[in-house]
């Protein structure tokens, strides 16, 4: 598959989120980079993702993608690097390290994991267990394409306040009733939701327990 280069620039942000999150997540994140896969239930999809920070220029950011408008799952939506485990994975650092590479060319040398969040089930039969990591930065990524359409970073301080995110009714899947999702608010045109904002939710509520202690 033909790869194409591109130099990230990261946003900036006029409000740096003024804590230690390198200290902070390793102190309250559990030391399982390392753990195994449960055995898989039956119809369930086994994945991972990575969940990328950076600092630039004192202000955290989290990495996004946008999948191509082409795939099989979850085409055109917002997402982490990451996808389905492959026989030969372990666990989860294992595929969200390999999709990482082949998705956006981000590799053991150029990202540091530093724990790993319970798991999100997603309506379309997937779990998902999300590896947070922290990423070398500046970087400069290799997208897959037409697998990433492109990257982009969000500032760890929009996402953490609480007007930029809401619950809305999310389209049912097989015959089953509609549910509802976490929407953010659009971020530069980005919408990030499903179960991508509910991984981000979930990171977010560990930083801001850390602001408040």
Request: no cysteine; proline share 14%.
């Given at each position: 598959m033909p790869r194409a280069s591109t130099?990230?620039?990261?946003l900036q942000y006029s409000h740096p989120f003024m804590i230690d999150i390198e200290s902070a997540?390793?102190?309250?994140?559990p030391a399982n980079v390392d753990i195994s896969y449960p055995p898989q239930a039956p119809g369930i999809k086994t994945s991972a993702v990575m969940v990328?920070?950076?600092k630039d220029h004192a202000?955290?950011?989290i990495l996004f993608t946008e999948r191509g408008d082409k795939l099989a799952d979850h085409r055109g939506q917002v997402s982490?690097?990451?996808?389905?485990?492959?026989?030969?994975?372990?666990?989860?650092?294992?595929t969200a390290l390999r999709e990482?590479?082949?998705?956006?060319?981000v590799h053991s040398?150029?990202?540091?994991?530093l724990g790993i969040l319970d798991p999100a089930d997603t309506r379309t039969g997937f779990r998902i267990w999300p590896v947070v990591c922290l990423l070398n930065w500046p970087l400069e990524f290799a997208l897959s394409r037409p697998e990433v359409r492109e990257v982009?970073?969000?500032?760890?301080?929009?996402?953490?306040?609480p007007g930029n995110v809401e619950w809305r009714p999310a389209g049912s899947t097989s015959g089953r009733e509609p549910s509802a999702a976490p929407f953010f608010n659009p971020f530069q045109g980005h919408v990030i939701w499903g179960a991508t904002a509910a991984i981000t939710i979930r990171l977010m509520e560990i930083l801001r327990e850390v602001r408040t202690a």
């Open positions: 130099a990230a620039r990261a997540l390793s102190d309250r994140l990328p920070l950076l202000a955290w950011k982490f690097p990451g996808g389905r485990a492959e026989p030969g994975d372990p666990g989860p650092w294992q990482a590479g082949e998705e956006i060319g040398g150029d990202v540091r994991p982009f970073f969000v500032p760890v301080e929009w996402l953490m306040q």
